[in-house]
């Protein structure tokens, strides 16, 4: 009797047993580095962690854009084919999966690493993008060089190109564009700064315009871009410095194309003259310990986020 009796839910047990071990596995793979939104069917480990991604449609990834042969008499138009609206939503998502991926890899391994060049103008600017343009920019410590190329070498389907003497690329491998290259478009271009003990500045003549004090970038924090978060300066306005927040210069080179931009394409204008055509950060001072920072394009409002007056420590 008693016999019959296990043997008639055991089936059951056993249901009940496989369903345990289940669940168990889903919650073991759940996804920890990208939204739930941006799942696909990708999968990537990184330390023990799984990304599985769901595949946008790469179809719509455009190999080639086309100017215009002549400018436009109305004044709108012609400023819209100077400063276009530079990526399509499918290539907006590549971009920011690929960032998202290459933050959260190099933050996995304690390399420090922040936004750059016109990558930083946009997150002040823009809360993003600079509209009008078509790569990402991000700089780490020359340092971590090392370090950095093998942890970026080692994420499957992704592509590290490393070269002497030029910014390297960190792409995506499974995309048509740039046949002729030995990287893909969309890429995040890496740069990598030298220092000492008060000032930052990067490794390659071309590109060191500049020399920053440590006493504005660190420490960093992480601000928006778009619908994500990048390491970001402290003090992000004197990083970018005034003349980026009040002229905006257009494209001179296309990183899709790996081409300059035709000369006539070129201008500087300023940034209010395009209020009314793309979305801008508006920050006023909100109270003592933050400012109110407002997107907004010709009066509408997008959206609006607080940032912190003392995020520097000096």
């Known amino acids: 009797m008693a016999l019959n009796k296990c043997r008639r839910f055991l089936p059951c047990i056993l249901l009940i047993f496989i369903a345990v071990i289940i669940i168990g596995n889903q919650l073991y793979w759940q996804p920890t580095f990208i939204p ?6 990708m999968s990537v480990k990184i330390k023990n962690k799984v990304i599985l991604w769901k595949q946008p449609d790469l179809s719509k990834i455009r190999a080639v854009i086309h100017y215009p042969k002549k400018f436009s008499t109305n004044e709108d138009e012609k400023l819209l084919q100077v400063y276009p609206i530079g990526l399509n939503s499918v290539e907006m998502e590549m971009f920011l999966r690929t960032v998202s991926l290459f933050s959260r890899a190099l933050s996995s391994a304690n ?13 002040r600017r823009h809360h993003g ?51 002729w290259k030995q990287f893909r478009w969309p890429y995040i271009d ?11 500045w990067d490794e390659l003549p ?30 992000i306005d004197k990083f970018v410095g005034e003349p980026a927040l009040k002229n905006c210069l257009s494209s001179s080179f296309s990183h899709r194309m790996e081409r300059f931009v035709p000369a006539k ?50």
């Open 36 to 41: 739930k939104e941006w799942l696909h069917s």
């Open 206 to 235: 071309p590109h060191r315009t500049r020399y920053y004090k440590k006493s504005i970038i660190f420490p960093l924090y992480d601000r928006k871009f778009q619908s994500i978060k990048l390491p970001t300066p402290c003090a």
């Open 129 to 179: 993008f600079i509209p009008w343009d078509d790569d990402i920019d991000v700089w780490i410590n020359k340092t971590e060089k090392k370090k950095s190329k093998e942890i970026l070498s080692s994420i499957p389907n992704f592509g590290l190109y490393s070269p002497n003497n030029f910014q390297w690329k960190f792409f995506y491998k499974n995309l048509k564009t740039l046949k």
């Open 111 to 123: 390399i420090t690493h922040l936004v750059y060049g016109g990558t930083a103008i946009g997150s």
């Open 265 to 314: 394409f070129h201008l500087k204008v300023p940034c209010s003259k395009l209020y009314h055509l793309h979305p801008f950060v508006f920050r006023t001072k909100h109270n003592e310990t933050h400012y109110k920072e407002e997107l907004k394009q010709n009066e509408t409002l997008i959206h609006k986020i607080f940032v912190p007056t003392n995020l520097c420590t000096t």
């Open 190 to 200: 890496i740069f990598y700064f030298e220092e000492n003990a008060t000032h930052i």
